[in-house]
Each structure stands twice: as C-alpha cells, then as structure tokens.
C-alpha cells in the first residue's frame, strides 16, 4: 500500500481546514494510506469526530462490548458480578484494544464496589426483614389487644412482659390500677408499686398502702362503730368498695346476732345502733326486736330497782329450812340461772307460794319485781349461796292438798367456773360460800344443771380484789374468762361422784337438765326436741356419764328409768335491751317438775289432829 511520505504534514492540514469531512472520509484515508494512524488526526479534528473515527475503526463485537461495560449499571452486587464477566471477557479477546486501559481500571474498581454494594443489599435485606417481622409482631399485638381479658391483672401484665414496647402502655396502667382498687389490699397495692416503679398512679397507691394499715387495723377490731366512724370519715377512700362490703357484712352479722339472741344486747348498746343510725327504729320494729313497749321501757332507769348484790350475802353458816327438798340449781353466771329464778318469783302463786318473809326473801321479792317489770338485772358477782324458801302444792283426786315444802337453792357456781378455768379440781366448798355445809343438812334433795342454749362457752365476770403487800385490800376490778360448758358440765358430773361426796349424793334424789334461754330454739312445741338434740349432740360425755351414775346408785331418777331428762325455760318474748314480755307458762311448769320429783305431805284434817291428842298419831 502506498505512502505519504513528505506529503502527510500537508493531508493532515488539508483535513484540519475542511470543516465537513466525515469519519467515512477519514477512514477511507486511513485505508488508502499505509503511513496514515487515526493517531495522526488528534488536533486536526474534533474529539467528537476523533471518537467517531476510532469507533468506526474497531471491531464492531469489541465495541459493543465495551459499550456494554461501560453503561452498565453498578447498583447491585449482581449486576456487579455480571460487569466483572464482562470485563473478564473482554480483556481476554482484546488486551491490546485501546480501550483496555480504561477496562482494566473499570474491573479494578469492581471488588471494592461489589463489597460495598453486598454490604447494602444485605442492610437493605435486615431492613426489610425487620419491617416484616416488626409488622407481623404489630398483626398479633392487635389481635392480642381485641382479645385481651382488661378485667384480669395477670393477663395484663403478661400482655406487658410480651410487649414491653406496645403504644397501650398508659392503657395497662390505668386498666391495672382500675382492678387494684376494685380489691384493694395491702398485696394488691404492693403489686401495682412493684409492677409500675414509675407508673402515674405510684404516688396514689404509695398514699393508699400508708392509709389502708390504718384502715385494716380497724377492719379487724371486729368493731361495727369503729368501721362506721372511719366509712364516714373517708368516703372517698381509694378502697371505699372494701370498706362498704366490711361495713355491711358486719351490719348483717349484726342483724342476725340480734335475732338469734337479743339479750346479748343491753340498753346502751341499743341506743347507740340507732344514735349512729347503723340500723333505724323502724328498722329493729320490722324485724321484731324492738316494739314501741319495748322502747320505751328502755328508758326505764333501773337504778331504781333493787340491786340484787345487795341480797347475795356471803354466809358460811347458811342454813336451809328443814323438812324441805332443797332443789339445786346449778350453773354458772351468764347461763341464764338468775332469770330461771326471776321467772319462779314471777309466777309466784300459781299453784305455790314462796316466802318473802324469811331467808332469801328479800332476793326473791327483788327478783319478782324485775319479772314484773320485764327487765333483765344484768351481771352479778359473788361466791354467795342462797336459799329461798317456798310451797308447792298439789290436790288430790278427792280434792285433798299435799303440800311439796321446797328450798330453792341458787349456787353462784363463780368460784367453781373460775378455778375450772385456772385448771384447778373444783370441789362443793368452791360452789359458793357455804354450800358443803348447806348439802350436808338432812334434807332430801333434787339437782338441776342449767345450760344456756345460746352459746358454747360461757362468760365468766368475777371481781377482783387488788391488795396491798399488807394484804388490805385496795381496789377491785372486773375480770372476763370465757369457759366451755362442756368442760364445766364434766366436772359438775365428775364432783358428783366423788367419794367425799358420797353421803351428800345419798341424799339425792333427781338429777335433770333445764336448759334456758330456749326462745331462741324456736316455737314452744320444738324446744324439747331442740333441747334433746343439744344435749345429746354437744354434751354427750357429761350426759352419759350422769346415766351410769344414776343406774350405779339404784336411787336417782328411779321413776324415770334412772336417766336424767331435759326441760326447756325462758322468761318469754325477749327484745333489744334486756326487755322481755313476761311469759310465766315456762315457770309454772318448771314448778310442777319440782312438784312431781319432791315429797309431799298431806294437810292435816280432823281425825288427824284427834289422833293426835289421844297419841295415836306419828
């Protein structure tokens, strides 16, 4: 091929001067020419026809590739991956192209690239996962919230725990003190503080906590007055609900107290329910205890009555009239034994008279006044014995009077009841001020154990007296203890079968259970069967052994089979306050079982007192 020699300085001006030549033209040149590069147009014409003109003379496929790596896209690790192939390929075809300078440091750039790009698709990916989980996580915590029981703590603090970083934060801690205070305790209040350190209720259930101490103290004084006071006092109480719920359960066990037992409840004690306004008048006549009588026989003042402490003597000589069936009640203070002799005196001359003159007729008057006034007398202390002398009387088919001579005996029973509770072994002289040598007089005699129906043990009141260290009393004082019946009923059956006791029991002739109190078991026509079931049910022990105790002797109970039978008394109609309506049937017929178990002796008629003076008598 031909050469330009001297001549190409001269083509190259030409060309530089032509404004419209073409890259064909130039490539045509190229060819034409051996001594002729494309190098040689640099400065002649212009980049953008320089370019041209190389493109035109390379290899079409090694042009599209390198277009291809030159404009491909560099985002994505994948299609870095692709572009190093690429340049891999064309490196390998074309290592002496003139692009493969600037191939060589494209795939240079590439590792790092791929690095970087890797590292975002994968940050990218993390994203995207946490995206979905984190709107997966918000799917089950809404389906949580529909479902969630909001009246259960423990759900809602689980709930929390699952999801400590839920948007209903302040919606469980209001839901969660709104359960606290529906029941509202010293745990429940600790749990809410400990669960919610910084929850906007803390300070409240911190005040709460300090204040309900003082209320559960006074919850549990068992004190209706007490729990009214403070539910005044704080009626806007975080635990007001608890308070009320305390107030009227009290308020019913109150109520049910009252019906099961009135006469628990003296004068001030009535007074002071309806000054607090805990139950209303109205409300005590509707149930039956209060009646507009009974009311107003509350305001009786019973000062003026007698005070029967002063008629219990302590008397250690005390003597019963002789040629009389002293008739025993036993029983200690609080059983009802002081009322079963207000009801003897009350029915004083229905078929028998007592003696007001003599002995214990001073407390037997004072005790027929009380029944007449249908008032209760109240405690009464002392280790006296008394003995209140009387007649009952019986008429004969033909019209004859046997007479029943009696001496009603009252035993204190403080003493015995009270070492009982000391766990000493009482004995007869611990029965009252003279009571071993009255039991040990010649007369015949019957024993009846009282038993009061409303209570399981017994209050014992006894007075105290305080003395110097020169042994000179100084004060005195009221002391409580609170003894089983069934523990005092073992040992009034054990005192009776002790040998010193021996000769006195020789003299026995009945031994029976009365037991008082009976309004409370029910219409008239079930107190025996109520009174039966209680002795049998509660006080077995004492009760079977007083039966062996009867058949050993061949002589107590004979005439009924040598068992001790059970008769009920009660004064009558009891109301709030000590009042009651005097009822005397229960006396009459307590009169008439004396009557039936005693000896009796005829009046004398004529030919008896003739008999008499001509000493045939005897």
Known sequence: MPTLGNKKQMLLNQIKNRANISANDLKKLLEQWDDLHIDDFKGCISSALY??????????QEVELCRSIETASQNTPQEI??????????????????????????????????????????????????????????????????????????????????????????????????????????????????????????????????????????????????VYD??????????????????YAMRDEMLAKM??????????????????????????????????????????????????????????????????????????????????????TGANGNNYTLNMKINGGEYAAALQEYAHAGLTPGSTFGSFVTTINGTVYEETRRGKIINHNINLVEMSGEEFATRIAENAEPSLADMGTGAT????????????????????????????????????????????KYISQLTILNKFVSL????????????VDAIHFIVTKADVLGERSERGEKARDLLLHHYTGPVEALKALCRQSRRINRATGYSPLVFTFSLGQFYLGDVFSFDKNDSVEIMDIIRDITGGTRERTFIDKLRDMLGGGN
């Open 51 to 60: 370019t041209e003109l190389t493109d035109l003379a390379r290899d079409p």
């Open 81 to 226: 991956r692709s572009l190093m192939s690429l340049c891999r390929e064309y490196l390998s075809k074309y290592p002496a192209a003139q692009k493969a300078a600037n191939i060589t440091h494209i795939s240079n750039s590439l590792p790092d690239k791929l690095q970087a790009a890797e590292m975002e698709q994968r940050r990218r990916e993390e994203e995207e996962r946490a995206r979905k989980a984190h709107e997966e996580k918000a799917q089950r915590e809404a389906l949580e919230w529909e479902t969630l029981d909001r009246n259960d703590y423990k759900e809602l603090k689980k709930y929390r725990e699952r999801h400590p970083d839920t948007i209903h934060m302040d919606e469980l801690d209001k839901l969660s003190w709104e359960i606290t205070k529906m029941a509202i305790s010293k745990s429940s209040l600790t749990r809410y503080i400990s669960d919610w350190p910084l929850g906007r209720h803390v300070v409240e259930a911190n005040n709460a906590l300090n204040e309900f101490q003082v209320w559960d103290d006074i919850k549990h004084t068992g004190d209706i007055f007490d």
């Open 230 to 247: 403070y539910r005044e006092a704080h009626s806007s109480s975080p635990f007001i609900n608890d308070i009320n719920s305390k107030y």
């Open 259 to 344: 019906k099961s037992n009135p006469s628990e409840f003296g004068v001030a004690d009535v007074k002071r329910i309806v000054s607090y306004d805990i139950f209303k008048k109205w409300e005590l006549e509707d149930e039956g205890l209060i009646t507009e009588d009974s009311w107003e026989r509350l305001e009786i003042d019973r000062q003026l009555l007698p005070n029967l402490q002063d008629f219990m003597m302590e008397n250690p000589y005390i003597e019963a009239m002789p040629d009389c069936t002293d008739v025993y009640l036993f029983g200690t203070p609080g059983t009802g034994k002081t009322c079963l002799l207000m009801g003897l």
């Open 437 to 480: 040598n009255l039991m040990s007089n010649s007369n015949r005699k019957a024993f009846f154990i009282i038993v009061d129906a409303t209570k399981d043990k017994v209050k014992i009141e006894y007075v105290e007296k305080i003395k110097d260290e020169d042994g000179n009393i100084i004060d005195e004082r009221i002391r409580k």
């Open 496 to 507: 009776f079968s002790l040998p010193q006791n021996k000769d006195i029991m020789n003299k």
